[in-house]
C-alpha cells in the first residue's frame, strides 16, 4: 500500500536554528516523486520541494534542503535558519508516476512552531 | 500569473442545500485535482481530472458528491444535499502533465460550514 508517515505532529524550533521534519514513505513503484509543502494559519498550501526517486542528489531551495535516503524510504525536510514565519504545518507527500497517475497521497502534517 | 481560482471562499448553509464549489485551473495546465481537508482525516483526493476526463473518483465519499469538468477552465464540485458533516475546506490543484515533477499547485480553497 502506498502511504506516507509523518510521526511529529508538533516541533519547537529557536529562530536562527536548523530543524528536521521527518518524512517516511511506502511504495512499491520505483518512478515517484516527493514533495514538500507549507499550510501557514491562512490555510493555503505552499509548495516547498520537490524530489523525484532517480534524481542523486538531495534537494536544495533556498533554506530548504531535502534529505532523501532512498533505502530507508526517508525523505525529511530540512529548515536551516529558521524564521518565525516558518512557523506552520508541513505536508509530505508523494506521487507515484506509474500506474494512476496524479494521484498525490500526503502525510498528516507536521505543525512546526518557531520560538524567538 | 494569476493561480488557481476558487470560489467561494466562505461557504455556510444549512443541511439539505445544495452547494457548489468552483474551480479555475491555471492556464496550460492539463490536470485537476480536488481535495478536502479535516482535521480528522487530513488531506483526502476526492477526484481528479486528466484533459477534462475523470480518471480516479474513488475518494468521492458518496453519491451526494459530483464533480465535473466541461473545459479545460473550469471545474465544479457539487454537494446535494449537503450534511454537517461535510464541513470542511475544500481544495483545488492543478498541474500539467508531462513536466517533470508534476508539481501541483493549489488554490486558496473554500472553507464550507455546513449547519
Same mark, same amino acid.
Request: some cysteine.
Given at each position: 500500500?502506498?502511504?506516507?508517515?509523518?510521526?511529529?505532529?508538533?516541533?519547537?524550533?529557536?529562530?536562527?536554528?536548523?530543524?528536521?521534519?521527518?518524512?517516511?514513505?511506502?511504495?512499491?513503484?520505483?518512478? *515517484?516523486?516527493?514533495? @514538500? *509543502?507549507?499550510?501557514?494559519?491562512?490555510?493555503?498550501?505552499?509548495?516547498?520541494?520537490?524530489?523525484?526517486?532517480?534524481?542523486?542528489?538531495?534537494?536544495?531551495?533556498?533554506?530548504?534542503? &531535502?534529505?532523501?535516503?532512498?533505502?530507508?524510504?526517508?525523505?525529511?525536510?530540512?529548515?536551516?535558519?529558521?524564521?518565525?514565519?516558518?512557523?506552520?504545518?508541513?505536508?509530505?507527500?508523494?506521487?507515484?508516476? +506509474? +500506474?494512476?497517475?496524479?494521484?498525490?497521497? #500526503?502525510?498528516?502534517? /507536521?505543525?512546526?512552531?518557531?520560538?524567538? | 500569473?494569476?493561480?488557481?481560482?476558487?470560489?467561494?471562499?466562505?461557504?455556510?448553509?444549512?443541511?439539505?442545500?445544495?452547494?457548489?464549489?468552483?474551480?479555475?485551473?491555471?492556464?496550460?495546465?492539463?490536470?485537476?485535482? @480536488?481535495?478536502?481537508?479535516?482535521?480528522?482525516?487530513?488531506?483526502?483526493? &476526492?477526484? *481528479? #481530472?486528466?484533459?477534462?476526463?475523470?480518471?480516479?473518483?474513488?475518494?468521492?465519499?458518496?453519491?451526494?458528491?459530483?464533480?465535473?469538468?466541461?473545459?479545460?477552465?473550469?471545474?465544479? &464540485?457539487?454537494?446535494?444535499?449537503?450534511?454537517?458533516?461535510?464541513?470542511?475546506? *475544500? #481544495?483545488?490543484?492543478?498541474?500539467?502533465?508531462?513536466?517533470?515533477?508534476?508539481?501541483?499547485? #493549489?488554490?486558496?480553497?473554500?472553507?464550507? /460550514?455546513? &449547519?
Amino acid at each position: 500500500a502506498q502511504k506516507i508517515t509523518q510521526t511529529q505532529p508538533g516541533m519547537f524550533v529557536q529562530e536562527k536554528e536548523a530543524v528536521t521534519l521527518d518524512c517516511t514513505y511506502d511504495t512499491s513503484d520505483q518512478s *515517484y516523486g516527493l514533495f @514538500w *509543502y507549507k499550510q501557514p494559519s491562512s490555510g493555503e498550501m505552499i509548495f516547498l520541494i520537490y524530489q523525484g526517486s532517480y534524481d542523486e542528489q538531495n534537494a536544495t531551495e533556498g533554506r530548504y534542503s &531535502l534529505n532523501f535516503q532512498k533505502a530507508r524510504k526517508s525523505a525529511n525536510l530540512v529548515i536551516s535558519a529558521s524564521q518565525l514565519g516558518d512557523s506552520a504545518m508541513y505536508f509530505c507527500a508523494m506521487l507515484n508516476y +506509474g +500506474g494512476s497517475q496524479g494521484n498525490l497521497i #500526503f502525510g498528516k502534517g /507536521t505543525k512546526l512552531s518557531v520560538k524567538p | 500569473d494569476a493561480g488557481v481560482i476558487q470560489s467561494p471562499r466562505h461557504e455556510v448553509t444549512e443541511m439539505g442545500q445544495e452547494v457548489t464549489l468552483r474551480c479555475k485551473p491555471i492556464s496550460g495546465h492539463n490536470s485537476l485535482f @480536488w481535495y478536502r481537508q479535516t482535521m480528522m482525516r487530513g488531506l483526502e483526493l &476526492l477526484i *481528479y #481530472f486528466n484533459n477534462n476526463v475523470p480518471i480516479d473518483d474513488s475518494g468521492m465519499p458518496e453519491d451526494r458528491f459530483s464533480a465535473k469538468m466541461p473545459n479545460a477552465s473550469f471545474s465544479t &464540485l457539487k454537494i446535494q444535499p449537503s450534511e454537517p458533516r461535510d464541513s470542511a475546506v *475544500y #481544495f483545488c490543484a492543478s498541474s500539467r502533465s508531462g513536466s517533470g515533477s508534476n508539481e501541483q499547485f #493549489f488554490g486558496p480553497g473554500t472553507r464550507l /460550514t455546513v &449547519l
